[in-house]
């Protein structure tokens, strides 16, 4: 089973770092690092399956591309922001990873602008 690998990479990653980080701080950060980069390979296949099946989704119901693509890249961007948040927090820097999060969250806003605009439309054409 794959998640059995993916724990049994961050416990011996969260060993190594404890660790490093009394005798060397500066590696255990870039073990840290390298785990996740390490563990989001790991799943990054499970995720274009995802992907291909909500594509499949979306054609058969017939939404937009727009509106799909625009879903997609809130989900990017929710992880990614998450992911570098993360980071930021295991090298002690909770400051710069609030103000992560707050850049994706903007992020996320402004894309969906877009469709929130289209939501309101149809809104406002069923109203009397």
Known sequence: ????QIVGIGMIATVLSV???QERPEFALQVSVVTGI??????????TYVVQ????LAERVDI??????????VIGIAYIAEFGAQISR????????AKI?????????VLSMPILIALLDLIIKIMP
């Open 1 to 4: 089973m794959e998640i059995l």
């Open 38 to 47: 390490i563990i989001f390979l790991f799943v990054i296949t499970k995720l």
């Open 64 to 73: 937009d591309f727009i509106y799909f693509s625009t879903i997609l890249k």
């Open 101 to 109: 999060e707050l850049a994706g969250k903007i992020l996320i806003l």
């Open 19 to 21: 660790i490093l980080r």
């Open 90 to 97: 295991d090298a002690g820097e909770g400051a710069i990873a």
């Open 53 to 56: 099946v909500l594509n499949n």
